[in-house]
């Protein structure tokens, strides 16, 4: 019988765990197991632990660079070369009628090249508006680039007012002017189109955190757009829509992002481009059977790893029905339930201001300032990276009676 390719497109969060569950849970329970291998496939060798990126920038002494940065490879060594490939390629075009995906080649030793998919998983996550926040061939250039500039800068500016923006803010600031890092103060300006910052917060906690940027030497302007932004030799130069031109030894975007979903066909993408993916089952019904969307790629996703927890066993546990009724005859006949996707839509999100104070909500509570900092802040969450990677995190099957 020939070989059923179950793909995972990106090895972010989402496509990391749900890699490893199927990987761990799914194959061993289907009959035939050894018919089916798992593609991992993600542009880059390494995982990129963006949600510390606000810190781990800064320096290599403020977050461990080892787990900032994690081999994929080596994440997946456990399992057997029979059952498991990781290809380091950027999916280029999908054909959803010939089930086939094509990929071009992000190393030198694999070729370009065309897989044919029996389930598909699209976690192609979501484009920054810098690569010092996710993962691009130039993060760690940016990166060096970055420190290089803010051993010196007097003037810094900062584009946007979600969470990105305001935990780079707090965490130049306090490195900067509280803690006298580089041995020189800087005047930092946060820029924000809104009228107030971090749009999920409730108003309060975010005025909060304008309090707790100012503490760090951080001046928040409010409608204040940017139309433009170029850099050269003599630093950044912002042009607000007002016509307002600002400049400044250096200038960092952070206004928002855009999904990674070029390579499909118009036709499963919503206005925003996200993945048209049926809001109840995950599945992307538009393009044909196994095809599921998953993490900040999708539209039925409100975005962050926080949702990850209940996305990631709806697609598994459905996934394992839809292999489980092919590999019955039944085609996509199955028999009793999906599991549904029930997003939490009570506000949730922490945001650490510099190393010692954040803001923060749970389940649309208020937090204090020493829970955001326990949760998040303390070290960016980042001791959990390990457990992504070697898919410790998903060592607990999800029980579905369905
Ligand atoms: C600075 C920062 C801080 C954050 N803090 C938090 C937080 O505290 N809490 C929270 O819940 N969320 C937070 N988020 C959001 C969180 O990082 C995202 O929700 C999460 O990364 C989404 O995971 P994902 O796997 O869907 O996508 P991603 O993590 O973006 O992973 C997508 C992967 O797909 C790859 N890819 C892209 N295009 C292709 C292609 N064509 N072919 C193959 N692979 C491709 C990418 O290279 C990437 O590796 C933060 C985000 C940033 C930037």
Known sequence: MST?????????????QS???????????????????????NPSKEF?????????????????????????????????????????????????????????????SVRDGTLHYHALV?????AQSSPLFWQTPETKTARQSFRDQLATANNIIIGGGGPVAVEIAGEIGDHLNTRNASKHK??????????????VLREDVAAHAETYLNSVGVTVRYNAKIAAATTDKSGAHVKLASGEEIHADMYIPAIGAKPNTGFLPNTVLTPSAHIDTNASSLRV????????????VSSASPGGILHLTNMIPVVVTNLKRDLEAFA?????????????????????????????????????????????????????MISFGTGYMDGTSMKKEVVWKG
């Open 122 to 126: 699209i976690a192609t996550g979501t």
């Open 328 to 380: 019955a005859g039944k085609g996509d006949q199955l028999s009793g339930k999906d599991m549904a996707w029930v997003p939490d839509v009570r506000k949730s999100q922490f945001v650490p201001v510099g190393r010692s104070k954040g803001v923060g909500m749970l389940f649309g509570w208020k937090i204090p300032s020493l829970i955001v900092w326990a949760i998040k802040g303390r070290d960016y």
């Open 285 to 296: 019904d538009g393009a044909g059977p196994r095809v599921y969307a998953l993490g900040d």
């Open 19 to 41: 890699a490893h569950y199927i990987l761990q849970h799914t194959i061993p329970q289907l009959p035939k197991s050894d018919t089916y291998h798992v593609y991992l496939i």
């Open 186 to 199: 800087a005047t930092i300006t946060l820029l924000t189109s809104a009228s107030k910052l971090l749009p």
């Open 48 to 108: 990129y632990h963006m949600v510390s990126a606000p810190r781990s920038v800064i320096s290599d002494i403020l977050i461990d660079p080892s787990i900032a940065f994690m081999d994929i490879a080596k994440g997946f060594s456990q399992y057997p070369a029979s059952n498991f490939t990781f290809l380091q390629a950027s999916v280029s075009s999908i054909d959803t009628a010939s089930r086939a995906l094509q990929y071009t080649s992000t190393e030198p």
């Open 4 to 16: 059923l390719n179950i793909v995972v497109l990106g090895a972010g969060f989402a496509g990391l």
